[in-house]
């Protein structure tokens, strides 16, 4: 979906189409933002499958899999199997991480790369030196994701794990300062990648300046810049931004999670559960608190800290009175009922190719939630909040966004170069976010500005032009166009009312077309 994850994987396509695997482009121009990592990976991909949205979302998934391994491991070996199981099936079933997944956010990778380099540090508290090189190497990761703030939600929980429990001492055993040197090691291929990008060509334009630094924007701009709104991307800050944000994101777990950690601050609560505890919870409190006070602010974000936020739920679930888990399936069945009557409503207004199935999906789900699942237990509690995150999912991805993507253009366009074999060289006029045509289309697309990059594509008959409605007057006022295919347009993840209703969707409804110079 636009923009982001359309722009992420036209950024790997292009990788793989010109052969390059250490510039990164949009629009053909030098691009400047985020870390090689999950382009690296996605392009391997595309090496290995072919280039495609499934091998795109690959990676992804598989190390999302690998994260939720270690989230495991390390519930385990402190508290027991069955917290540990709980723990994995609360974050594998949160909306947000379903969501990310297919999105393919960075923090879909961050919270594997951050959760397994915790588990190996931790480890290396006691045990083998390799602890330290595997923790380093997968912090390494996580940097080269998205740089090294992650290594806050890494480290923070340790250093306050030893200050609260008197061994700050830890902190002057050379192993930690080998694990340092090991992370800056490690992410060499991202530095140098910078440096050779950037830093080595100052003559080029970037953010509308001269002599940008690339390694600059690594260690500073992008990481301390937008948190304290100083870098080039700004952004506007909300105190409560991820309070309410977590609601929704981490459905259907949330309310148990904020009453879980209420119930971390009681001194019962405190006094029961081992001290190591406080490496997890010490790292989502101070992670949260960092990204409530920023200024750049994405829902997304906050998915770092969901394998945190799975153990302090399941560790607050598993001890949780008879008297509080009927408290909380009345509460878990008005959240059912509200979510399934708000997505059968968002069905019968859409009016899916085929709601009828979509709501026999949803009226399935509820039923075998119920019937399957009965009896005031902590059991019962989990598996109909699974129940619930596998209808939802199931609703959005075989009903409710195949429906919505018929919208995105670009990507329709895109598809049907490529469903009619159409062989000339992609382009878009006068339009910056074209990201899902950039990836589905066949070939590297050129992005056209002026009369005379027009002008050069009249000599090369081959060429396709994929452009908004607003500039066709201007280009039938220079030439003589052939008109080869008219597509809906919506910003498809800015849903309105107006476009879930079925009978008011014309009405907001933009138009893209591809176009011929003949």
Same mark, same amino acid.
């Given at each position: 979906?636009?923009?982001?994850?359309?722009?992420?994987?036209?950024?790997?396509?292009?990788?793989?189409?010109?052969?390059?695997?250490?510039?990164?482009?949009?629009? #053909?121009?030098?691009?400047?933002?985020?870390?090689?990592?999950?382009?690296?990976?996605?392009?391997?991909?595309?090496?290995?499958?072919?280039?495609?949205?499934?091998?795109?979302?690959?990676?992804?998934?598989?190390?999302?899999?690998?994260?939720?391994?270690?989230?495991?491991?390390?519930?385990?070996?402190?508290?027991?199997?069955?917290?540990?199981?709980?723990?994995?099936?609360?974050?594998?079933?949160?909306?947000?991480?379903?969501?990310?997944?297919?999105?393919?956010?960075?923090?879909?990778?961050?919270?594997?790369?951050?959760?397994?380099?915790?588990?190996?540090?931790?480890?290396?508290?006691?045990?083998?030196?390799?602890?330290?090189?595997?923790?380093?190497?997968?912090?390494?990761?996580?940097?080269?994701?998205? #740089?090294?703030?992650?290594?806050?939600?890494?480290?923070?929980?340790?250093?306050?794990?030893?200050?609260?429990?008197?061994?700050?001492?830890?902190?002057?055993?050379?192993?930690?300062?080998?694990?340092?040197?090991?992370?800056?090691?490690?992410?060499?291929?991202?530095?140098?990648?910078?440096?050779?990008?950037?830093?080595?060509?100052?003559?080029?334009?970037?953010?509308?300046?001269?002599?940008?630094?690339?390694?600059?924007?690594?260690?500073?701009?992008?990481?301390?810049?937008?948190?304290?709104?100083?870098?080039?991307?700004?952004?506007? #800050?909300?105190?409560?931004?991820?309070?309410?944000?977590?609601?929704?994101?981490?459905?259907?777990?949330?309310? /148990?999670?904020?009453?879980?950690?209420?119930?971390?601050?009681?001194?019962?609560?405190?006094?029961?559960?081992?001290?190591?505890?406080?490496?997890?919870?010490?790292?989502?409190?101070?992670?949260?608190?960092?990204?409530?006070?920023?200024?750049?602010?994405?829902?997304?974000?906050?998915?770092?800290?969901?394998?945190?936020?799975?153990?302090?739920?399941?560790?607050?679930?598993?001890?949780?009175?008879?008297?509080?888990?009927?408290?909380?399936?009345?509460?878990?069945?008005?959240?059912?009922?509200?979510?399934?009557?708000?997505?059968?409503?968002?069905?019968?207004?859409?009016?899916?190719?085929?709601?009828?199935?979509?709501?026999?999906?949803?009226?399935?789900?509820?039923?075998?939630?119920?019937?399957?699942?009965?009896?005031?237990?902590?059991?019962?509690?989990?598996?109909?909040?699974?129940?619930?995150?596998? #209808?939802?999912?199931?609703?959005?991805?075989?009903?409710?966004?195949?429906?919505?993507?018929?919208?995105?253009?670009?990507?329709?366009?895109?598809?049907? /170069?490529?469903?009619?074999?159409?062989?000339?060289?992609?382009?878009?006029?006068?339009?910056?976010?074209?990201?899902?045509?950039?990836?589905?289309?066949?070939?590297?697309?050129?992005?056209?500005?002026?009369?005379?990059?027009?002008?050069?594509?009249?000599?090369?008959?081959?060429?396709?032009?994929?452009?908004?409605?607003?500039?066709?007057?201007?280009?039938?006022?220079?030439?003589?166009?052939?008109?080869?295919?008219?597509?809906?347009?919506?910003?498809?993840?800015?849903?309105?009312?107006?476009?879930?209703?079925?009978?008011?969707?014309?009405?907001?409804?933009?138009?893209?077309?591809?176009?011929?110079?003949?």
């Amino acid at each position: 979906m636009e923009p982001d994850g359309a722009l992420y994987a036209s950024i790997s396509k292009n990788m793989i189409l010109r052969n390059d695997w250490l510039n990164l482009y949009v629009h #053909g121009k030098d691009w400047l933002d985020k870390p090689h990592l999950p382009f690296w990976l996605a392009a391997a991909s595309f090496k290995l499958f072919g280039i495609s949205a499934f091998a795109y979302k690959l990676p992804s998934f598989l190390i999302s899999l690998m994260g939720t391994f270690y989230l495991y491991r390390f519930t385990a070996d402190y508290f027991n199997r069955k917290t540990a199981l709980i723990s994995a099936i609360i974050f594998l079933t949160s909306l947000h991480v379903l969501i990310s997944n297919s999105d393919v956010r960075a923090e879909a990778y961050l919270a594997a790369f951050v959760t397994a380099a915790i588990y190996h540090y931790d480890r290396a508290r006691q045990k083998s030196f390799l602890h330290i090189v595997a923790g380093s190497f997968f912090a390494a990761c996580a940097v080269m994701v998205k #740089g090294i703030f992650v290594l806050v939600p890494i480290f923070c929980g340790f250093i306050i794990y030893w200050a609260i429990t008197r061994q700050l001492k830890e902190l002057l055993k050379p192993k930690w300062w080998i694990a340092i040197t090991l992370i800056l090691i490690f992410i060499t291929p991202e530095l140098y990648s910078l440096y050779v990008q950037f830093d080595l060509h100052p003559e080029k334009t970037v953010f509308g300046q001269q002599g940008v630094s690339g390694l600059r924007f690594f260690f500073w701009d992008s990481q301390f810049g937008r948190f304290f709104n100083t870098s080039p991307i700004k952004g506007k #800050g909300d105190l409560s931004f991820f309070l309410h944000t977590t609601l929704w994101a981490f459905l259907p777990w949330s309310v /148990l999670f904020y009453v879980g950690i209420v119930d971390l601050f009681k001194k019962h609560s405190r006094s029961v559960l081992p001290p190591e505890t406080i490496i997890i919870w010490s790292s989502a409190f101070i992670t949260f608190l960092l990204f409530s006070f920023s200024k750049f602010q994405l829902p997304h974000y906050i998915l770092v800290i969901f394998p945190q936020f799975s153990i302090i739920t399941a560790l607050y679930l598993v001890r949780i009175s008879e008297k509080r888990i009927k408290t909380f399936l009345i509460i878990q069945n008005v959240i059912f009922l509200i979510v399934v009557l708000l997505l059968g409503t968002i069905a019968v207004c859409f009016k899916f190719q085929f709601y009828g199935a979509a709501l026999a999906i949803l009226l399935i789900t509820a039923v075998s939630a119920f019937l399957l699942f009965k009896g005031a237990s902590i059991k019962t509690i989990v598996s109909r909040g699974a129940v619930l995150s596998i #209808g939802i999912m199931s609703f959005l991805y075989l009903f409710f966004y195949p429906s919505i993507l018929k919208y995105q253009s670009g990507m329709e366009a895109g598809k049907w /170069l490529q469903a009619n074999d159409i062989k000339a060289i992609p382009a878009v006029f006068r339009y910056d976010h074209a990201f899902s045509f950039d990836f589905y289309a066949n070939k590297e697309v050129k992005y056209l500005y002026d009369d005379a990059d027009l002008e050069e594509t009249k000599d090369q008959k081959e060429t396709v032009i994929y452009t908004h409605e607003s500039e066709l007057p201007y280009l039938k006022s220079k030439y003589n166009l052939e008109i080869l295919k008219q597509f809906d347009y919506y910003h498809i993840t800015k849903l309105k009312a107006k476009f879930i209703l079925a009978k008011s969707r014309p009405s907001v409804l933009e138009h893209f077309y591809l176009v011929k110079i003949k």
